[in-house]
């Protein structure tokens, strides 16, 4: 028999605001999404000096999961919070940057460091190390927000028992353009784990 | 050669993206892996490209590295006697 599952909380980050449950927790003048998302992750106080190594698109996932994450009551064990994250421009503004790196031969210097973030999943690997999770995870591509299959995946997990809860959502990023919503679900809350409500709050 | 090694701070901290971390707060014989400045595995590939195209140094084997990437004091000694830029 399925469970009643619900969406405990969820995130957003776009149009220069960060919101938590619908409710805007940072928002910031700066015109370009690297001034913006710094002075977002200042303003959680959330001290891991890594954020500052990571591409566009690990910045974007990282924080909205960390703003989510840290809603979750101390008394119970995150370690098997699943994550499923989508986006439609996988890791391809990265991946232009590696590109740009390696195309002259007579100036032929990639850059480790740009390299490592040019798979979308990345950012995934970020937040489970920030969270010390050690769960199943996915990564897909998408051309538009796909709530159908995060719903079915997410309910799968949950009802086999593969996770206790799930970390669901999408996290875009492609040339200063960038769309983040994610949000949480396990057994407990008051919105209900449906389609429905899943579009909804990604149009909120 | 202390040109030489307020111009490798300035770089580390640049190009490792280190934001929390100032010239001032780098001593020249500071640890730059493990208890000192904690840099990782990624940041010792990232210091092998910027010897390369920086001052002409190509390490073959990176595991030469981590000599040389002892602190700011030993990369600059090494830099000095075997860049070709």
């Known amino acids: 028999m399925n469970k009643e599952l619900y969406i405990e909380n969820f995130a957003h980050i776009r149009d220069n605001k960060l919101y938590l449950n619908g409710k805007v927790l940072f928002t910031d003048a700066s015109e370009e999404f690297s001034g913006f998302i710094k002075a977002a992750y200042k303003s959680q106080d959330t001290k891991y000096p890594k954020f500052f190594k990571m591409d566009n698109l690990s910045k974007l996932a990282f924080l909205t999961a960390d703003v989510l994450l840290n809603t979750f009551p101390s008394e119970e064990n995150i370690e098997n919070t699943a994550i499923i994250l989508s986006n439609r421009a996988s890791s391809l503004d990265t991946d232009r940057k590696h590109q740009q790196s390696i195309k002259d031969e007579e100036n032929y210097y990639p850059s480790p460091a740009v390299f490592v973030y040019t798979l979308p999943n990345i950012c995934i690997g970020e937040i489970s190390i920030k969270h010390k999770l050690y769960s199943e995870n996915s990564f897909f591509i998408f051309e538009h927000f796909n709530a159908v299959h995060l719903f079915n995946y997410a309910s799968s997990l949950l009802n086999s028992g593969k996770a206790d809860k799930v970390l669901c959502g999408w996290a875009d990023y492609d040339d200063d353009k960038y769309d983040a919503f994610l949000y949480l679900v396990g057994p407990n809350g008051n919105i209900k784990h449906n389609k429905e409500e899943i579009t909804r709050l990604y149009k909120l | ?85």
């Open chain 2, 1 to 85: 050669m202390s040109e030489l090694k307020q111009e490798l701070k300035e770089k580390i901290i640049e190009q490792l993206n280190l934001e929390d971390v100032s010239v001032e707060e780098i001593a020249d014989n500071d640890a730059l892996f493990g208890d000192g400045l904690g840099l990782d595995s990624i940041d010792a590939l990232e210091l092998i490209v910027m010897l390369d195209k920086d001052y002409g140094i190509k390490l073959s084997d990176p595991k030469e590295g981590r000599k040389i990437f002892e602190s700011v004091e030993v990369m600059a000694n090494y830099i000095a006697e075997n860049r070709t830029k």
